[in-house]
């Protein structure tokens, strides 16, 4: 049985690869809703800005309306005023036309009806002058009214073309959105190429062994292949395995276009059982460390720090829960991950 599941574990699973661009692609997605939810802010905010000054040009509007109503108002009010002076006046003339006829008709009452007639006539003048600034009023009136009509055709044009600056804002997101897509499934299909690339010239340079295999996206390697127990310093058969994965990194590195921002994350973990050492307070500790030390012997060996990321897991993340000697040895490992910084 023994026999069996060591050929198992060291067939080509094909299902690893489906995980490993499934999972991929789930990142890309996330990092494209990130910033088109950063896009989103920023767009409204400037969405926020434009609500607020439609706000005080809407209630511009709303007085400058008001105003125009008082002015029709007092408007109708002088022309009403205007109508009856000018009644009071065609009385007044018809008062000194009948006046005038009496007078001419009685010489006995000329002088009463010569009194009452300037009488009239001053009144009349008066009224003339009164209804002289009126009409100047309803001038003036009638051109606050035009410069309203002005101010509120300059309103609405004003809101026009927020509205219009506003959809086409919205335009230019959907359009980034398609775009985004567009370059993360680009980038996504380029970056799992390589990585698969990267994981076939491994598997040639490494060979075909048991303590060293695939798990879905990463590349495994058994802690005891790179370090003796409950120390965190690569051994002499540890930094020769390592020797070959650098020289896979580096020609690797000459493949990837620069822009596409890739990393070796080197995660390392341990078993559940504590660890009982001065030097490590904790499996964390052990873990990161080992993790730690792989990084810095790739960077020694000519691996830009750039293109490494190291990462300590301790015991919560098992391949296997067991509690056999087996399942602590399959948990006690070294992770590498291909993926974007």
């Known amino acids: 049985m023994a026999l069996a599941r060591g050929r198992r574990e060291r067939g080509i699973d094909y299902w690893p690869g489906f995980v490993d661009a499934l999972s991929t692609l789930v990142l890309g997605i996330i990092f494209l809703l990130t910033v088109f939810v950063t896009v989103q802010f920023f767009l409204s905010q400037e969405v926020a800005g434009k609500d607020t000054v439609l706000s005080r040009l809407t209630a511009q509007i709303n007085q400058l309306t008001d105003l125009l109503a008082m002015e029709k108002t007092g408007k109708a009010d002088l022309e009403n ?13 018809g008062e000194r036309d009948r006046l005038k006829n009496a007078a001419e008709g009685s010489s006995a009452g000329a002088a009463s009806a010569e009194a009452r007639l300037n009488d ?5 003048a008066a009224e003339k002058q009164v209804s002289s600034r009126a009409l100047a009023e309803i001038d003036a009136l009638n051109q606050q009214i035009g410069a309203l009509r002005r101010q509120l055709a300059a309103l609405e044009d004003a809101l026009d073309a927020s509205e219009k600056k506003g959809r086409e804002s919205q335009a230019r997101i959907a359009d980034l959105g398609s775009r985004l897509n567009v370059a993360l499934a680009q980038r996504v299909q380029e970056l799992s190429r390589y990585r698969s690339d990267f994981f076939g010239r491994l598997r040639d340079i490494l060979g075909n062994r ?26 002499a058969e540890g930094q020769a395995e390592i020797d070959k994965l650098a020289a896979a990194l580096l020609d690797l590195d ?41 990084v810095q012997y790739l960077i020694s060996k000519g691996v830009s720090p750039q293109r490494l990321v190291a990462a300590g897991f301790g015991e919560y993340q098992p391949l296997d829960p067991g509690n056999t000697e087996e399942a602590y040895r399959r948990n006690r490992r070294i992770e590498l991950k291909l993926t974007e910084r």
């Not at 822009?259 to 307070?281: M, Y």
């Open 254 to 294: 000459k493949q990837i276009p620069a822009e596409i921002p890739w990393v070796l994350r080197v995660d390392g973990h341990t078993d559940v059982r504590p660890i009982a050492s001065p030097q490590f307070p904790s499996n964390w500790a052990l873990s990161a460390a080992r993790a730690i030390s792989v």
């Open 210 to 235: 048991a303590d060293i295999r695939v798990v879905g996206d990463r590349f495994v390697f058994q802690s005891e292949v790179l370090f003796d127990s409950g120390q965190a310093t690569l051994n």
């Open 81 to 93: 005023e205007i109508a009856r002076l000018r009644a009071s006046l065609a009385g007044a003339e």
């Open 120 to 124: 009239t006539t001053q009144q009349l």
